[in-house]
């Protein structure tokens, strides 16, 4: 065993993978082949099931079983209208694993996930809520920093682990997001007590992946400085940041909040409409980027270490390039 497998063991067991690194549910990005990929090459892959209605995560479920033996989870958001239903096809396939995103879990969701054996995986954005979740029966928590692709909080990794690790790592596996590019970091967090990682950008050009062709040559162009927080213009008017590549579409959603709040001023919609234009402006727009490739329109979401993606190659090659990197910080 190497020092990293040992400093990995309890986090590789709890997923049931060779090493302890998730493949962070990436929408529209994290589906059959994506996500049998990373568990086949010893990793954990998760399946992106918050925009899917039930029927749908249904298939992909089956899909995926097809196509790997090895554990994977299953990530659904919080406040998916029909996310009983969703956990109800979840026990169907017996999923060993699943991760909810989004907020605190709703009354039963948790229950009904342990119903049917499965373990229940949460985000925790600050302590008091790791320790509430932990006492809600959650069987292991994600960090996740504001270095991370897509939708974020206000804290860095850096400063999340520090504050939140310490104090849960002894009673739940606790896995580390956001920023991690580099084997070097996935030591530096393990060696801190993370039972493992989470990774999201850092597998987007992956060879498996079924992202658009310009949506990955955006990835291999991007650097830490163009993946920008979307910015809320105005205080009545709640924009929960998301993480992307600068484009026209950002600009633009600046546009439409200055535009929304005078509409608002003048007395031309009320609140519950001007939140609803600002809530609807990103509805599809990662889908855009992501299948239909308009990076310049479309929410083309990345995390601050892409500009460390700089080939497109095979899953395998990424993780092992991330391990020998880790090994080698460790040795
Ligand atoms: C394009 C993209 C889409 C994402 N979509 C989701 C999602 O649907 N649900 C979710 O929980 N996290 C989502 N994430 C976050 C990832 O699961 C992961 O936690 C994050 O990418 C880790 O940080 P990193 O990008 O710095 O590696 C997304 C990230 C990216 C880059």
């Not at 596996?173 to 990682?197: C, D, K, L, N, T």
């Not at 600009?251 to 009320?270: I, N, P």
């Amino acid at each position: 065993m190497t020092r990293l497998t040992t400093l990995m063991t309890r986090g590789a067991a709890f997923l049931g993978s060779d090493v302890a690194i998730m493949a962070g549910a990436m929408s529209w990005i994290s589906e059959r082949n994506l996500v049998s990929a990373m568990s086949n090459a010893g990793g954990f892959g998760v399946i992106a099931g918050g925009a899917m209605p039930p029927e749908l995560l249904d298939k992909e479920i089956e899909a995926t079983k097809a196509m790997t033996a090895r554990s994977f989870g299953v990530n659904l958001i919080t406040m998916h209208p029909q996310l009983l239903d969703l956990i109800a096809v979840c026990a169907k396939h017996k999923v060993s694993h699943v991760v909810l995103a989004g907020g605190l879990p709703p009354a039963g969701a948790i229950e009904a996930i342990k119903a049917f054996g499965a373990k229940v995986i949460c985000f925790a954005p600050a302590l008091a809520l790791a320790k509430k979740l932990i006492r809600s029966g959650v069987d292991a928590i994600v960090i996740e920093g504001m270095e991370a692709g897509g939708h974020i909080g206000p804290v860095s990794t850096s400063v999340l682990v520090q504050e939140i690790l310490p104090e849960i790592k002894d009673q739940v596996p606790v896995f580390v997001a956001g920023g991690i590019g580099r084997g070097e970091m996935m030591a530096s967090y393990v060696e801190q007590g993370a039972a493992g990682v989470q990774i999201g950008t850092r597998l987007v050009c992956a060879t498996e992946c079924i992202a658009h062709p310009a949506f990955k040559k955006a990835f291999l162009r991007g650097n830490a400085r163009d993946a920008i927080a979307s910015v809320q213009i105005d205080p009545r008017l709640p924009v929960i940041p998301v993480r992307a590549l600068k484009n026209a579409g950002t600009e633009e959603f600046t546009r439409k909040q200055v535009e929304v709040a005078a509409m608002l001023d003048r007395g031309e919609v009320d609140m519950a409409a001007a939140q609803l234009e600002i809530e609807h402006f990103w509805a599809g727009a990662l889908r855009r980027a992501v299948i239909d490739g308009d990076v310049e329109n479309g929410s083309v979401m990345a995390g601050q270490i892409v500009g460390m993606v700089k080939t497109e190659e095979p899953v395998a090659d990424i993780l092992a390039a991330l391990v020998a990197e880790a090994e080698a910080a460790l040795a």
